[in-house]
């Protein structure tokens, strides 16, 4: 069997498999025709889709993070549905829950918003930053590196909140729960620039929830059903400072709310454990292989 992780090894795995008369399987996990690298690019969406639409239709299994781009890709290749896995994170005890406080000496009584992954455009960082203008005592912890670490630092010094805003470093896969866990709040900004991000379920949801950290997303519609079927935070533009602003300060003026957001975070996650989404996994494969080439 050949295992194609993303649309960019899937023409070579599947020449591969054909050579060596291998199944072959291939995880669409981004909508890659329309990625943001794809904007304004017509013809290298369209080459994308070609690829796409000529492998699928020899791989013995497609998986997808989504039912969304899942019902996409089978009417846009005539194909049947790929199998849906969540990206969902494996829970487990949080040995460090105050990590962040620890290392960036952040008081107690001072409440943290957290922003996961990579500093990049489309992800509602620059606006997530100016939005704290108007969120007094939080701080904003930025985990993660990208292009934009430079512009961010640079914005935040010119705000005047060079003190509330923190950037770390990105840390090993296993320990991201740890730190997630001294959130108050994590955020997932993704702006509306594409058709990937617009139907998008990232990790990091599921990272905040798996940490039972309560969640300010933006409105768009797979974020809008995890977070509202769950009871897990709000919803927020992400290309607007104010609404991000009013919805921050929401959330942190009810501790209420927030306790609840945290105790439904833990009752979403058992409904999808990555334990769960990994034995569909494995129960895939294993039939492919089952039943030979």
């Known amino acids: ?49 070609r690829t796409e639409a000529t492998c699928v239709q020899d791989c013995d299994a497609v998986f997808t993070v989504n039912n969304s781009i899942g019902r996409l890709m089978q009417f846009a290749y005539d194909t049947s549905l790929p199998v849906v896995l969540r990206n969902a994170s494996r829970t487990r005890p949080l040995e460090r829950p105050n990590v962040i406080r620890n290392e960036t000496r952040i008081g107690a009584a001072s409440p943290i918003v957290l922003h996961l992954g990579q500093l990049r455009h489309g992800r509602g960082c620059e606006h997530l930053l ?39 470093m990105p840390v090993p896969s296993d320990e991201v729960l740890d730190y997630a866990a001294s959130a108050d709040i994590g955020v997932v900004l993704l702006e509306d620039s594409c058709l990937n991000h617009h139907f998008a379920l990232p990790n990091k949801l599921f990272e905040y929830l798996a940490a039972n950290v309560p969640v300010l997303a933006s409105d768009l519609p ?8 769950y009871d897990v935070g709000l919803m927020a533009n992400p290309g607007d400072p ?3 602003a009013r919805k921050l300060n929401q959330m942190l003026s009810d501790p209420d709310r927030l306790a609840r957001w945290k105790r439904n975070s ?10 769960a989404t990994s034995e569909r996994f494995v129960q895939v494969i294993q039939d492919l292989l089952n039943t030979g080439s």
Request: proline share 5%; hydrophobic share 40%; charged share 25%.
């Open 1 to 49: 069997m050949i295992h194609a992780s993303d649309l960019y090894a899937l023409p070579a795995a599947r020449t591969a498999a054909r050579q060596q008369r291998a199944r072959l399987t291939y995880d669409a996990r981004e909508l890659y025709p329309f990625v943001t690298a794809t904007t304004g690019r017509p013809w290298i969406s369209k080459a994308w889709k």
């Open 222 to 229: 797979e974020l809008r059903r995890i977070v509202r079927r």
């Open 266 to 275: 833990h009752r979403a996650v058992e409904t999808f454990e990555s334990d």
């Open 242 to 244: 104010n609404d991000i």
């Open 130 to 168: 100016q939005s704290f203008v108007n969120v007094p005592n939080a701080n904003l912890v930025f985990l993660g590196s990208g292009p934009l670490d430079t512009t961010l630092r640079r914005q935040a010094e010119s705000l005047g909140l060079r003190e509330r805003i923190h950037f770390m």
